[in-house]
């Protein structure tokens, strides 16, 4: 991979990373409610899913989800249905007190799972593989297997950092979301993050 080619899979990438969305936001969430160690397990979880998934992408089959109708909503939708899901737990909680990890179920294995519903995250897969993994300035590249071993090697990087800083945000937040209803707002702001992520993962 050429360093033109780095250099804009990086700039891609931390656009794409650092960017708002379902990942991040639970982050946040999860280390704002539970603390940073209760959310540490959903930050390896999305770099283990995202990078599984772009792996499988490689293969071959996020070409075909993308391709075939049927299975493109049946992933759209699903994420959809958990997403919202997440976001009414999510809404319901006002203190610190009453953070009920039972409620707001976002493990590891969880984690991992959600990139696999996350339709955006099949469409970035499928823009790394079709921009920097089989092809190189326009033509096949002679090397994909080492080219897709880069991208998730970046990916697994930027994916772990952007939601621990998330993360991190969310945790230092806690002595001062325990006060009054601040924890509440909080919470329904980032319940409103994913109802319109879910509602935009329609439209893509």
């Known amino acids: 991979m050429s360093a033109t080619e780095l250099t804009a899979l990086l700039i891609f990438c931390t656009a794409m990373s650092f960017s708002p969305g379902p990942n ?31 792996l499988v992408s490689g293969l071959g089959v996020g070409a075909l989800i993308a391709g075939v109708p049927p299975l493109r909503w049946a992933v759209k939708l699903l994420g959809v249905a958990y997403m919202l899901w997440l976001a009414w737990q999510l809404a319901r909680t006002a203190r610190l007190s009453q953070a009920d990890p039972a409620r707001l179920q976002v493990g590891f294995w969880q984690g991992v799972g959600l990139q696999f519903i996350n339709i955006k995250a099949w469409m970035l897969a499928l823009t790394l593989s079709a921009g920097w993994v089989i092809s190189s300035a326009g033509a096949p590249a002679p090397n994909p297997g080492e080219r ?21 945000i969310g945790s230092l937040l806690r002595n001062w979301l325990a006060q009054g209803a601040r924890l509440l707002w909080f919470n329904r702001a980032l319940s409103g993050v994913l109802v319109v992520t879910a509602l935009w993962m329609l439209t893509v």
Not at 24 to 39: D, H, M, P, V
Not at 41 to 51: E, I, K, N, Y
């Open 24 to 54: 991040t936001t639970l982050s946040t969430a999860l280390a704002a409610n539970f603390g940073l160690r209760r959310a540490l397990r959903f930050c390896l979880a999305v770099p283990t899913g995202w990078t599984m998934l772009m």
């Open 148 to 168: 897709l071993f880069i991208v998730c090697l970046v990916m697994l990087f930027f994916a772990f950092v952007s939601n621990f800083l998330y993360a991190l």
